[in-house]
């Protein structure tokens, strides 16, 4: 390309008439795939063409060779490859068949669930170096959901879980069977799906990731899922009641002075009773009225509570200013116009 940008050739025509024809060929893509290399290993052979047809010929040549250039402004001059647009990420949903026979309910139940759908969509508003694969499957005999390498894996064996507890006849009036299953399945894919944001966008964070990670989730529920908010958060506190082996908040005083094992105080995710409470604070601090009666019932300590507003705005800041500006925000008000999920333009 040296050659022949800066050589002259045959009848007197400069190769840097040449030039912006070039240049917006590579602008568009169109050079760099089809024209850089066979110009760059032949340039003495368009010079040779050039004595005997003159440059005007070739740039006729170059011009009829692509129909971007009459698309791009006349002033665009890269130097290089236009740098690629963010592309939304792609979300892969699979089901697998479940290799444990007791697990074809559960497997029938899930690819008839919105909530992979639901989702979808909102990890589809990130652009993202990477696909991210939410996967249902048997884990032989375990139970359990995680994040790892760009795949979240929920187990049927945990969906079973939350299906029996929202069948359970001690399951508290106050939330519904509905609630019990979608809230928490919300929840966990929400949860392990926003470790692979924070991986493929290097999200700082200050605290635990697995904090973080319920924050998130959280926000989603609260902002996105706003119509059904109610009901999914009290499906979650009701999940994180039998997480604590209690059914309904009458039963945490009797469980006041419960030691549990040392073990339980080390592992990366909060306990369960601290996680209930920062899911009832945060929805409350989100939305008072709606969440009023959920925060009387769960005896939320006075002290936390007073501060509920002040730590859900912490929460919306660092989501907008961390994370807002991976999402494209043109197909966030499309898809959902009533979530400010972006940081607000500094004026």
């Not at 795949?151 to 009036?173: F, H, K, M």
């Not at 989501?319 to 008000?333: Q, S, V, Y």
Request: aromatic fraction near 8%; hydrophobic fraction near 40%; include cysteine.
């Amino acid at each position: 390309m040296t050659i022949l940008l800066s050589e002259r050739y045959g009848d007197g025509v400069d190769c840097a008439e040449a030039r912006p024809v070039v240049e917006r060929f590579v602008a568009c893509g169109v050079l760099r795939h089809t024209v850089v290399k066979p110009v760059a290993q032949t340039a003495r052979t368009l010079a040779h063409s050039a004595v005997r047809q003159g440059m005007r010929t070739i740039i006729k040549w170059l011009t009829m060779t692509g129909a971007c250039i009459a698309a791009l402004p006349a002033a665009a001059e890269a130097t290089g490859p236009a740098p690629a647009r963010p592309t939304p990420a792609a979300i892969h949903v699979i089901h697998e068949p479940p290799t444990d026979p007791s697990h074809r309910a559960v497997y029938e139940l899930v690819q008839g669930d919105a909530t992979f759908a639901r989702a979808r969509d909102v990890f589809t508003l990130f652009n993202l170096p990477k696909p991210i694969t939410i996967r249902t499957r048997s884990c032989s005999g375990r139970g359990g959901a995680w994040y790892y390498e760009g795949t979240v894996t929920i187990c049927y064996g945990y969906v079973q879980t939350i299906l029996d507890n929202a069948r359970s006849p001690e399951r508290p009036s106050w939330v519904s069977e509905d609630a019990a299953i979608a809230g928490p399945m919300a929840d966990v894919v929400l949860h392990e799906g926003a470790h692979a944001l924070f991986e493929f966008l290097k999200t700082p964070l200050l605290g635990r990731e697995e904090d973080a990670a319920d924050m998130f989730a959280t926000f989603v529920l609260l902002n996105v899922f706003r119509a059904d908010a109610k009901a999914l958060i009290s499906g979650i506190a009701y999940s994180y009641l039998n997480d604590a082996r209690v059914r309904n908040f009458t039963e945490l005083p009797a469980i006041e002075n419960r030691v549990l094992p040392s073990r339980a105080y080390g592992g990366a995710h909060s306990t369960p009773l601290q996680r209930l409470y920062s899911v009832i604070c945060h929805a409350s601090g989100f939305d008072e009225a709606v969440f009023r009666d959920l925060k009387r019932s769960s005896d939320l300590p006075v002290w936390r509570a007073g501060g509920c507003e002040d730590e859900y705005n912490q929460i919306a800041h660092a989501f907008r200013t961390l994370l807002g500006p991976h999402i494209d925000a043109d197909r966030a008000k499309a898809m959902f116009p009533y979530a400010n999920l972006t940081a607000a333009p500094t004026p």
